[in-house]
């Protein structure tokens, strides 16, 4: 029997962090589920009903976004958190080593906005490309 060993590229902390913004989606966007990130957004939560019925669900999905996605030297904690409350100056771009379009949001306050919600959608698959750059 193998055992299937994982890394803790997410953090529960976070999750419950960005849940108390979660009515927005922001903690399923984290976690890598923008589709429902994106019916969270548009229905707060659907309607608060799924946003607290998250609060149970954030270990579980910890779980599979550890499971998910490539560790490495750029952390995902530290890029979603830039992302979430600087997104618009695109610190987390620049984080991400991609200085040109980070300048670029910084002017255009996250090409504005449309950038920003790109990388609400993919930015968990640009940290692991990243990651997997070293490899």
Known sequence: MEIQQT??????VIGYL???????GSHRFYYGKP????????TLG????????????????DREADIRYQPGPVDYNITWILLTFLGAFGIHRMYLGKWITGI???FTL?????GVIYDFWTLNEQ???KNNEGI
């Open 7 to 12: 890394s803790n590229t997410h953090s529960v």
């Open 18 to 24: 960005l849940w108390i913004f979660g009515f927005l």
């Open 35 to 42: 589709v429902t990130g994106t019916i969270w957004f548009f």
């Open 46 to 61: 659907l309607f608060f009903i799924g946003w607290i019925i998250d609060l149970f669900l954030i270990p579980g999905m």
């Open 104 to 106: 670029i949001y910084l």
């Open 110 to 114: 996250g090409v504005f906005g449309l």
């Open 127 to 129: 940290i692991t490309l």
